[in-house]
Every structure is written in structure tokens, then in C-alpha cells.
């Protein structure tokens, strides 16, 4: 069964640790993305890659990297440099080109200890 | 820059039809999106439409959309509590980039 799998679906960190999401695809996409949720307030877009060994900073990047080594995997660490990273975070991914679908995980909840 | 807009919260009662509405800014040909968010979840891509079409029908789902006033619509016929969730707009930016611009969601609280 093909799909999006984040891990943990629950992460604490406390204050100036990094943490890294994980997040696994098996739909041969090419693409995947991260963006965080925050109550109340639509999807952002933190970090996006295209292909493997290459992404890009989205709109809210400051405080997280990300790394593409393999074309199923997707990891984001959130760094102590993110000072309010409470938040849900969500991967998608799609296949390459312009208006395909983005299909999504059921995402990590991250919380501050 | 693209800006997609939103109402806040819906309640209907089981049976009834349900319409959320959502407002976006881009004016190039560009694909509208809805998702769907149950609480814990991640987003499932209900449906989609292009910008030159004016209505798209899938099952219980219809989708509207009005280019002269950037104004699209989602329809759920015959509302059932499986229905309760936040409902996201989406538009895709047009850049190259698969990018998304999502609007705030609509909660909808279906009664039974």
C-alpha cells in the first residue's frame, strides 16, 4: 500500500536541542515537501525538493534545514536557531511538474518541554 | 503574490448540504485544490479544478468556480458526520515549483 509514513507522530525537545523529523515516501515521487501548521492558520512551506541532492528554502525556512539523499526520504531538523517551533508539521510529496496534486502525511506534533 | 482567504467555521446539520467558500488572488490559469484535515491528520486531496472550468461534480462534491470575482466554492451534498473536519483551499503557484498557497480552513461541525 503506497503512501506518506511520519515518524514520531509525537516528539518533545526541550529547549536548545535539535530535533529531526522523519518522513517516508513509497510513491516513486520525485518531489516532496514540509510545511508547518500552526491552530487557526493555513499550511506554510518550509523547505521543498524537486529531485534528489537538491531543495529549496520555502516561505518560513529560518531555524530548520533539510537533506534529500535518497528519493524516499525527506528528514527536517528543527534546530535551537527555531524559537517557537511548536507546531504540526507535515510532508507531502508529488510526482515532478507544475499543478500535480500534493499528497500528505499524517503528520508529526511537535511540543516543547 | 497569491493570498487565498477563508471563513472560519460552518455548522449544518447531518442531511443538509454543506458550502464553504474561499477567495484567491492569482489571475494566470492555475489549479484550484480542496483537502480535507480530520483532527490528527494530515491533509486528503478531495478534488480539484482547473481555472478555465466553471464546475466540477464528484459524487456528493461539487465544486464552483467563479473566475470574474476569484470566488470557489465546495459543495457537500447530503452532509454526514464523517464530514466534520477542516476543509483547506488551495491554489497552486505558478512558478515551476508544484508550490502551494493554502488558505486558513474552514472548520465544519456537521449536527446530527
Known amino acids: 500500500d503506497g503512501g506518506i509514513t511520519q515518524s514520531p507522530k509525537y516528539l518533545f525537545r526541550k529547549e536548545g536541542q535539535n530535533v529531526t523529523l522523519s518522513c517516508e515516501q513509497n510513491?516513486?515521487?520525485?518531489?516532496m515537501y514540509w510545511y508547518r501548521q500552526d491552530p487557526g492558520q493555513g499550511l506554510r512551506l518550509i523547505y521543498y525538493?524537486?529531485?534528489?541532492?537538491?531543495?529549496q528554502k520555502g516561505d518560513i525556512a529560518e531555524g530548520y534545514s533539510v537533506s534529500r539523499e535518497k528519493k524516499e526520504s525527506f528528514p527536517l531538523t528543527v534546530t535551537s536557531a527555531q524559537k517557537n517551533p511548536t507546531a504540526f508539521y507535515l510532508c507531502?510529496?508529488?510526482?515532478?511538474?507544475?499543478?500535480?496534486?500534493?499528497?500528505f502525511g499524517d503528520g508529526t506534533r511537535l511540543s516543547i518541554l | 503574490g497569491e493570498d487565498v482567504e477563508q471563513s472560519l467555521f460552518l455548522s449544518v446539520r447531518e442531511g443538509d448540504s454543506s458550502v464553504i467558500n474561499c477567495t484567491y488572488t492569482?489571475?494566470?490559469?492555475?489549479?484550484l485544490y480542496w483537502y480535507k484535515q480530520e483532527p490528527g491528520a494530515g491533509l486528503q486531496l478531495l478534488t480539484y479544478?482547473?481555472?478555465?472550468?466553471d464546475m466540477k461534480q464528484d459524487q456528493r462534491l461539487t465544486v464552483l468556480l467563479n473566475k470574474k470575482d476569484k470566488h470557489l466554492s465546495l459543495r457537500i451534498a447530503d452532509t454526514q458526520t464523517g464530514d466534520s473536519a477542516i476543509y483547506f483551499c488551495?491554489?497552486?503557484?505558478?512558478?515551476?515549483?508544484?508550490?502551494?498557497?493554502f488558505g486558513k480552513g474552514n472548520q465544519v461541525v456537521v449536527i446530527p
Open positions: 507531502a510529496s508529488s510526482t515532478p511538474g507544475q499543478y500535480q496534486p500534493q499528497h
Open positions: 510513491l516513486n515521487h520525485d518531489a
Open positions: 525538493s524537486q529531485i534528489v541532492n537538491d531543495f
Open positions: 492569482d489571475s494566470s490559469s492555475t489549479y
Open positions: 479544478i482547473f481555472s478555465n472550468m
Open positions: 488551495a491554489e497552486s503557484i505558478p512558478d515551476g515549483n508544484n508550490r502551494l498557497a
